[in-house]
């Protein structure tokens, strides 16, 4: 079940390959998310030392918890297998690639996090993929009024 999703990232990024990560939460956060109010805007992966951490992503501080000292854009640590974080220390030492977290899933009984390896859209591709999806919108909408007419 998905949590919460970054949708604006699929439109600036090319995804090349997906991974599903564990993360590092407080209780308060779990129940937060568990609720769907968070937020992902400007938020990345980053590689420090050996370790994969989300930056930025914002859990709405819950409600019924002691919120006095919590930050709601806490870095969290992302738990990977060594074989993974390797490949993606590799990975983004090229130029033009990033990690992008994609959306917070419920699997099981555990919160996890779906990231990217990704690559930035130039800005000729956004508006080719904008108006390849206006003309399939268009296509699908004539195809509906013309079963309709007969």
Do not use: C
């Not at 990560?21 to 992966?45: D, M, P």
């Not at 969290?76 to 994609?102: C, D, F, H, S, V």
């Amino acid at each position: 079940m998905i949590l919460l999703e970054n949708r604006k990232a699929s439109q600036e990024y090319e995804f090349l390959e997906s991974y599903v990560a564990g993360i590092v939460l407080h209780g308060s956060e779990v129940k937060s998310l568990r609720q769907k109010s968070g937020s992902f805007t400007g938020s990345y992966v980053k590689v420090l030392g050996n370790e994969l951490f989300l930056l930025n992503a914002q859990i709405t501080p819950y409600k019924f918890a002691d919120n006095r000292e919590y930050d709601p854009k806490r870095t969290r640590k992302l738990l990977l297998k060594r074989r993974e974080i390797n490949q993606l220390i590799e990975a983004t030492q090229q130029k033009g690639l990033a990690l992008i977290p994609q959306k917070f899933e419920l699997l099981g009984n555990t919160i996890k996090l779906r990231f990217a390896l990704a690559r930035g859209k130039k800005q000729y591709e956004r508006r080719a993929e904008l108006k390849k999806k206006a003309i399939e919108r268009d296509i699908q909408h004539e195809l509906k009024h013309k079963v309709r007419i007969r």
